[in-house]
T-cell receptor, first 113, second 111 residues
Framework: NAGVTQTPKFRILKIGQSMTLQCTQD?????MYWYRQDPGMGLKLIYY???????DKGEVPNGYNVSRSTTEDFPLRLELAAPSQTSVYFC????????????FGSGTRLTVV | TQLLEQSPQFLSIQEGENLTVYCNSS?????LQWYRQEPGEGPVLLVT?????EVKKLKRLTFQFGDARKDSSLHITAAQPGDTGLYLC???????????FGQGTRLTINP
């Protein structure tokens, strides 16, 4: 199994540009999450989804949008990129709720210049 | 708001030494998980503890869930350079939709 796959692995954006970070999982997990991790820091939740068609905001949703049209895919959209969005972005999934643990992707390192 | 406080935030020790990392909260959790993150990778689940007082061992790593299910500890015996990484604790609630993560402990084991 591939698990959670994130693309791209690295990206440099100019201020004001937009992009979509892709996340797909092949484990038939219901729950999916987007986190950002700034250098030397922990994880901050951006958005999450408990199933296809359902999304909800996390701690730091401003400047981001998500959609969940299928169980497998949970793309994160950045509109009008700002230097404050320079970070490493992780997608994660869970079969059902929190007690079963998360499977994380390997991350997307984004730099906004 | 549920919070998890990890201590210490940074720890640098010599190979062969023992260490303990703590994860504390004023809230009760139905489960407590520990993850390890290596540079350039996503966090990887090490263990889940669900019963108050539970102890789980993973080779040289020992994980304990507090009796009141508000805290947890990770003890590493005879640390090795391969143990280097960011250790994150995370708490789950009954029916909760998302984990509460601690801020992490960055561990460096020097050869």
């Amino acid at each position: 199994n591939a698990g959670v796959t994130q693309t791209p692995k690295f990206r440099i954006l100019k201020i004001g540009q937009s992009m979509t970070l892709q996340c797909t999982q092949d484990m038939n997990h219901n729950y999916m999450y987007w986190y950002r991790q700034d250098p030397g820091m922990g994880l901050k939740l951006i958005y999450y989804s408990v199933g296809a068609g359902i999304t909800d905001k996390g701690e730091v949703p401003n400047g981001y949008n998500v959609s969940r049209s299928t169980t497998e895919d949970f793309p994160l959209r950045l509109e009008l990129a700002a230097p404050s969005q320079t970070s490493v972005y992780f997608c994660a999934s869970s079969i059902w709720g929190t007690d079963y643990g998360y499977t994380f992707g390997s991350g997307t390192r984004l730099t906004v210049v | 708001t549920q919070l998890l406080e990890q201590s210490p935030q940074f720890l640098s020790i010599q190979e062969g030494e023992n260490l303990t990392v703590y994860c504390n909260s004023s809230s009760v959790f139905s489960s407590l998980q520990w993850y390890r993150q290596e540079p350039g990778e996503g966090p990887v689940l090490l263990v889940t503890v669900v019963t108050g007082g539970e102890v789980k061992k993973l080779k040289r790593l020992t994980f304990q869930f507090g009796d009141a299910r508000k805290d947890s500890s990770l003890h590493i015996t005879a640390a090795q350079p391969g143990d280097t990484g960011l250790y994150l604790c995370a708490g789950g609630g009954q029916g909760a939709q998302k984990l509460v993560f601690g801020q992490g402990t960055r561990l460096t084991i020097n050869p």
